[in-house]
């Protein structure tokens, strides 16, 4: 089908009325949970409790338990950090980016993605915590007044890390929440139970759709937008300083920081795709949440998919003209080394299988999306993986070489993390609108007042 | 006031002052005195002044409130521990400060003289007597190590008697009575007294008087490894009983066969002493060079300037083809070679040596030019392995050379007890069996696990009525015993040692035996005494002293009463005498016939070797030693048979399959490393491992290779097996080293410590030719983002020395010791997570067949622009201002981040509680803790942690500089691993102090940096290598 | 309806169109205190309204500014002012460190101050007790409706006009909104105050555990009790409990050879004075003495014990005999005892004994000094103090 791209596809697909889309969206909230809901909710809390026991017994006995060693001080903790944090960033990025470019399709799924977000952003945190010696001493990171009189170290990168990722939480859970009070007022007077109206009147605060908060409100969301773009990539750029500070060769690369962002963006937009085929699936959305979002985010896969990939090139090069020998050795290890399974899976993953986006075909249709969107979070994992590990395992002194293999519990930790987001997802799902009610009404057709000023 | 007494009347006698400040009429003190009394302390304290405005009410109140305020603060306060002082305080124990103690060794039969470091009257550290004239300061990591064994949990703590197949605890005076009887019984049939060799006059002397008590005692002592073969060959040769000493210091070639005397064979300390003396970079030109031609990849072998693939069994006819070779090409002549003897050695020719054993002729003919342009200043030196037909060769290859000068003549080590040769050993098995034997006494030795199979020594024992054993450890031989009686430590006995003429080291007790046992000798004492029943600690102190008065005491023409001799002598710890030792050296001219160029057969030779760590067994219980990497190898908690590449491919097997190795109707089956440098269809084994009974830790640590002794001919050698058939078993066991085995083939790792810088090397003739060699075509300086912190007052730095260093490993042993490092097991060394914070990184470049070694100690750098440091979040590792790249171990929240960061690797990470992992919390124990250095944190889990400089010791010597009000001197200050290193590879001081002898070592001409270019500015300064060869390059 | 006080008048329409045309008539009229509704911000609106540009800028601005400085300065003073370290070589204050926590702080402040401005400042929130609240109006607008409401207290506001005003523009609905009537609730609720207690319980009660009890747990106690025995500490390995042992009897230390004439009456050979008596010896001898000797030999040595005879007095250190004796003598007596005086080896060194017996001398010189003696000491000081 050809379309005529001079004018704008609607945002909704057949035309409904305002509070068709109130109940539309309410219904989740309005309905008790049904089978196919604690399904997926015992799985997920499986997942989670797997999760649990897992840093029970680290915590019982030590960062041993992990298949950590010298020369490999860090690797599924880590990897899962930075793999959790990318994905935070597609929600950030889909509703202040794409807000600030006026993309009118955001709105159908801004107020999923802000969630995840919050939630993946939660799922990263953990990690710097459990992965320390001493997790109980973790407040150590945070610069309080304390008895020794001692501060923290502030030209460290992990205390940026805590500034950045406790800064973008606070931040995007603000965003979401403002995002949110207009919906808690149209919830509040929707909803006939006593316990939930005071509920939504209190997080409402009290909302009531004048327009001179209007106003102030759309600046506000405007501005919070207009910081939050420059925070989502800071968060990123921050993170892989982590590594890019260090003098570690694989690590110490001045190209890390937009090579983060993108494969933030990339791994996070793949992870929105995933969760949305399902829940646009589960809670009938089709209409609110179209295959044409699907496709638009598929082909920002394709995009910075191909930017990660030319990073991965870009890398290789650097190290044959800087004529750096440790550098060049860490590539030609990471590509043939012992780690090479590693590197592969990446490259197939992010670089080759995404290329399939080039058709529109693909694109459009959903099963081939979810294999390939898995895909690439397998291999975003893998290429935090790759980098952590690989560069880690052969540095300087090859006396002091080592290889890493994984312990049951640092897969019970990952397979926690990914426990905790999905449950907290489903929990989204069923409490709170996945869709900004009144940000879709303000795109309905006919929403806003005609120009001639409505005289009739 | 005194002043006006004085004025008034002159009285002297009531007129005295009372402090000099009085004395000297300072103003303060007259007036402090006239207020002594001073009035009205109390006066301005009135009730209704002080307290008014407080009413009853508001006192109360207040009062209520703080008493709830304190009840509240003080709730449940925690004590930090009792205060337990002494009641009385010995004169030289001073709380919080060391003692020193001079004693020795009894860790092997060399006996070093040890300094034993104590805090309130605990040892917690071993280090060389620096008044002893043979091991001067230095022990080996054996005897650091051996501080554990003392402490060992798993040592025995009572005496046990078995009745009914089972072991019970008993007391002293039953046992003491019942072997009486029995002893007393048993006259007539043989009592047998199996020991190690005893070095001990004293000891001697006892056991002679246990014969004397009971005629029918027999005393055999043997030790698995020992010097008897060469000691006959020289008897053969010069007459005398044992084997000269050799003043390595002089030789300016030596050629090592199959001779490890850096590593197990003789007195090692002092050898290595000497043979480091002739590496000093500020004489090149004296350096020493190095020939070993072996078949084991040994310790020595890996410090050779160059060396030959040569089988043990193939020495004889190479060094009869080196005497051709010297005798007909250079012709030299000799009157201790014969008419047949020419005609005998005329039959091997060096090319078809180099031919057949696949040597390389070039190098060999260097050696003969060598060896000829050096006569009188160079050695042979054939490995105690070797049979005595090749020691005789040996002997008049030096002869003819003019060696024989090397040998000190004035000196030598002192024959004791000849040793039973197998056969007696075999006779007392059949005489055992026969019943002939009632009562059999193992003084602290362990034939059972020692002697070969096919001697079946445990069957016979069981035919012996009265089995006592007298250990530490549990052993194999106790098991078959009736008694098992606990002995003590070293550290708890009193004891005499005379290895070299005229030397008498004294061991005294620095701790009374912490469990219920007794020093063997006091044993023996006690049984031959009249009354058992009054046994004292002091019985055996009291016998060693009169032997001394009666027999040593007048050897030195000492000015002074005994009893002030004996207080001198127990303070020094060894005493010398005017004793000299006769050598003839008169070459009787042996023969040496029926040899023929032995053809180099397909089938396998076996070197049995002594262990580097456990030496024959004794130390298996120790951890520390077992986790200790081999010097070569890396391998730690295990032995294997060493063969190389492509014997392997032979056999088709590759690193830790398991092979079987068959001597006649003997077999053991152990797994392989493929080891570089040794020779084809060969292999190598460490004895000591194995041990079936010897306490938790040694479980499954290794293979025992004791079954495999070659008892059979005499000629033949007990530790070279020939024909040995080799074969592949379809199971394998992982095999732990500590850095991988080195890949020759991956072009991608090959050399790369040589192409990163990390090692730098040269040789002797491009030094001398050019000391500035190694920095020239080199960016001397970095440019740097800030400016250098000026660091203006002490500075600490260290120098390594690359040429002395020999990758023994003493130094991580004493490190070990010195910073409580744990040990953490075989899993978690396989995991990679080793604690000790220094290690010896050990290269190999060139070939497989033909290593070149490389060794190097790797430990914190202290880099002035410290990576780790930078990317700590919580501030717990940074600088302090005397240059130390210091951790905090209570701040540190275990991120790794610094771990990560190094570009040296030589940060530790607690990951778990390593002592409550290994073997059950076998090293969280109280004993153990006995041990701990109080002045070194026992780091938790969850901690980084690396080499501090021994900043304990800085302290200690900063506070004492400070009390003498000096400044605090490079100096002043020395490490452990310093301390410990046998070659004083080791240097360490103040960097800024231009006059001491650490600057020079500093800045020499040879020192580099590891990884330079990384500008993270180290204070560890390397001298490269300078290989002795023939050539300028490399 | 309640007779409460009217709050306004209010007016739903269905489409937009109507709602702007609405708004412009009534912003026309010059109502002030009017407020549209709308489910979403209606765009052109703030032009019918006649709205002034939200201000919510300035405060993001200057609250993130202060933001950067504040971060700025508080890691200038930490890292160099107030705790300084030397870290990986840099400089106490490494600008380029700095830049990103920065930058943090500054997106943290201006978000939340931007927020926290909006809800509290400009909206007056929370506010769930409005009147608007729970009319059938609010639900309209919330959900698909579009309403304009007029409040009462408006100038112009007159009942009767605005109604017919409202049903000039076609108003789908017309209401009035009046003020709900003020309930209030006792915060005494035993409820509530058994909420409080517990809480209050809850908080203690941990706070005590953790502070009390964890905390002194390995391994949260910071390394407390370590695998290890300090001087003077208890063992757990020795049933004594002795952490310090004593040396095994006949023994030596380096550096302690035993006296020798230890447990003898006389020495044989009086050993002699290694010290010369420097002003420092004098004054260790001096503090020795005072702590050790005077107890019983008095502070000037005459033997007038300070024990008030709970003690057997010892002979003065002035009679012929002490002065008689040579410096070994003390020695000997200091080290053995004598008679009911014990030992002092354990309390005095080597070096404090012999500075203790020059003490002494200086005592007895004193004591038993000739005029002449005296009058030379006053010349020698007086000539050395200084004025």
Known sequence: ?456 | MADQNFSQNDKPEANYWRSFEELYEDQKTLEAKKHEFTEGVTDDFSVDKNLSGLSRRKFIALLSASAALAGAGCSDYRDKGEVIPYNVKPEEVNPGKPDYYASTCNGCLQNCGILVKTREGRPIKIDGNPDHPINKGKVCAKGEASILNLYDPSRLQFPLVKSGGIFEKTSWENVDSKIKNSLDSAAGSEIAIITHRVNSPTTKKLLEEFKIKYPSAKIYSYDIFHNEIKNSAWKKCYGGDVFPLIKWDEANIILSLEGDFLGVEGNVVEQMRLFANRKDVNNVKSFNRLYVAEGNMSLTGMNADYRFRVRPDQQLSFVLSLLNELTSKKNITSTAIDANTKNLISGFSLKDFASKNGVDYKKLSLLVNDLAANRGSAMVYGGRALDEQTQIAVNLLNEVLGNTKLYNADQTDVAHSVYNSMDECKALVASMNAGKVKTVIHFDANPVYHFSKDIQYEKALSKVSTVITLTEFENETAFASTYVLPINHTLESWGDYNVRTGVYSLQQPVISPIYKTRQKEAVILNWISDNPKNYSEKLYLDYLKTNWQQNIFPKVSSPFTFEKFWVGALHDGVITTKEKAVIDLSFSSVSLSGIKPSKDSSNFTVLITESYRLSDGRFSNNGWLQELPHPVSKVTWDNYAAISEKSAKALSIKNNDLVEIKFDKKKITLPVILQPGVAENFIAVESGYGRKHSGIIAEESGVNVQPLYNTTANTNTPWVLTNVSVSKVASSHKVISTQDHQNFDDTLTKDAHIKRDIIQEGTVLQFLKNPGFLHEGKEQHVPNMYDDFAYNDVKWGMSIDLNRCIGCGNCVAACNVENNIPVVGKEQVEKGREMMWLRIDRYYSGTPEEPKVAVQPMLCQHCDQAPCENVCPVAATQHSPDGLNQMVYNRCVGTRYCSNNCPYKVRRFNFLNFRDYVAGGHYLEDSVSLMHNPEVTVRSRGVMEKCSFCIQRIMEARSEAIGKNQPLKGSDVQTACQVSCGTEAIKFGNINDKNEEFYQYRNHKLGYYVLEELNVKPNVTYLAKLRNTHSEEV | MNANKLFGLTALFNTPDELVHAAAKVNELGYKNYDVHTPYPLHGMDAVMKLKPSKLGYITLSFGLSGAAFALLFMYWAMSIDYPMIIGGKPYFALPAFVPITFEVTVLFATLATVIGMLAFYFKFPSNSHPLHDTPYMKAVSSDKYGICIEADDVLFDFEKVNLLFKELHAQTISEVYFPAVERTNIFEPKFLTLLVLIALLTSGATYVTLNKLIYLTPFDWMMNQNRVNAQSKSLFYTDGFGMRKPVEGTVARNYIPYEYKGLAAPVVPLSNPLTPTNEVMNLGKKRYLTFCSPCHGNLGDGDSRLRGQFPNPPSLHSEKVRGWLDGNIYHVIVNGQNVMPSYASQLSRDERWAVIHYIRALQKAKNASPSEIIEAKKEISSNVAP
Not at chain 1, 2 to 30: F, G
Not at chain 1, 33 to 54: E, H, R
Not at chain 1, 167 to 187: E, H, K, N, Q, R
Not at chain 1, 446 to 454: E, I, K, T
């Open chain 1, 1 to 456: 089908m050809n379309i005529d791209y001079s004018q704008e596809l609607p945002v909704i697909e057949r035309s409904i009325t305002l509070a068709d889309i109130d109940r539309l969206i309410a219904k989740p909230l309005d309905e008790k949970p049904d089978k196919k809901f604690f399904i997926a909710l015992s799985i997920t809390l499986t997942l989670l409790l797997i999760g649990a026991v897992s840093v029970t017994y680290l915590f019982l006995n030590g960062t041993g338990v992990w298949g950590l060693n010298q020369p490999v001080g860090w690797a599924f903790d880590i990897t899962n950090f930075v793999f959790w944090v990318g994905i935070g960033h597609a929600g950030t990025l889909i509703s202040a980016v794409l807000y600030l470019l006026r993309q009118k399709w955001r709105t159908g799924i801004a107020r999923f993605a802000e969630a995840m977000t919050i939630f993946a952003v939660m799922c990263a945190g953990i990690f710097p915590v459990i992965h320390t010696g001493r997790p109980w001493l973790a407040g150590y990171l945070m610069p309080y007044p304390n008895q020794h009189g001692l501060w923290v170290n502030f030209t460290s990168p992990l205390v940026w890390d805590v500034f950045a990722v406790s800064t973008y939480f606070t931040v995007s859970l603000v965003f979401w929440y403002v995002g949110l009070i207009p919906d808690f007022g149209i919830l509040r007077d929707k909803t006939a139970s006593k316990l939930k109206k005071t509920i939504y009147s209190i997080f409402s605060l009290g909302w009531r759709n004048s327009h001179r908060n209007w106003q102030h409100y759309e600046k506000a969301y405007m501005l919070l937008a207009g910081f939050a773009t420059p925070l989502v990539l800071s968060v990123h750029t921050i993170v892989s300083f982590d590594f890019a500070v260090s003098i570690i060769p694989g690590w110490h690369t001045t190209i890390f920081p937009p090579y983060f962002v993108a494969g933030a963006i990339f791994s996070g937009f793949a992870m929105v795709v995933t969760v949305l085929i399902f829940v646009r699936k589960v809670f009938d959305l089709q209409e609110i949440i179209t295959v044409n979002h699907l496709e638009k985010m598929n082909k920002i896969i394709l995009v910075t998919g191909s930017m990660v990939g030319y990073a991965y090139g870009m890398e290789f090069f650097i190290a044959w003209y800087s004529g750096n020998p440790f550098e060049q050795f860490v590539f030609i290890n990471r590509a043939f080394g012992p780690y090479a399974w590693a590197y592969w899976i990446m490259v197939s993953c992010n670089v080759i299988i995404p290329q399939l986006f080039w058709f529109k075909k693909i694109r459009r249709t959903i099963p081939a999306m979810l294999v390939i969107v898995i895909l690439v979070n397998v291999g975003m994992w893998f290429e935090r993986f790759v980098i952590t590990v690989s560069s880690l395992h052969r540095d300087f002194l090859p006396s002091s070489w080592g290889y890493f293999v994984p312990s049951i519990f640092d897969l019970g930790t990952l397979i926690g993390s990914f426990g905790l987001f999905f449950t907290l997802v489903l929990i989204f799902t069923k409490t709170l609108p996945v869709v900004a009610m009144s940000e879709i009404k303000a795109v309905a057709e006919g929403a806003q007042p005609s120009h001639n000023g409505g005289k009739h």
